[in-house]
């Protein structure tokens, strides 16, 4: 919320953003992981949705800036507060 805000506002938002890329990729990650893990070997099936969702996950890491630049962008503007 204090990203889209932010933004809204038209303040500087490097760090809010990040955070919340950060966030929602890790949770999907670990969402679709864990589906994964339930479904088993037939959540690698393309005859079921996880597969596609688990590969469009892996995507979303990689589109939207890795998770290890998403954590230099925090930390580095941090710092500086």
Do not use: C, W
Request: glycine share 12%.
């Amino acid at each position: 919320h204090s990203a889209a805000q932010r933004v809204d506002l038209g303040l500087p938002n490097f760090v809010e953003i990040s955070m919340a890329k950060l966030f929602t990729n890790e949770a999907a990650l670990k969402i679709t992981s864990d589906a994964l893990q339930v479904h088993g070997g037939y959540g690698y099936s393309k005859e079921y949705p996880l597969e596609r969702y688990m590969r469009d996950v892996r995507a979303f890491l990689i589109g939207g800036g890795t998770t290890q630049i998403q954590r230099t962008i925090i930390g580095t503007n941090l710092v500086g507060r």
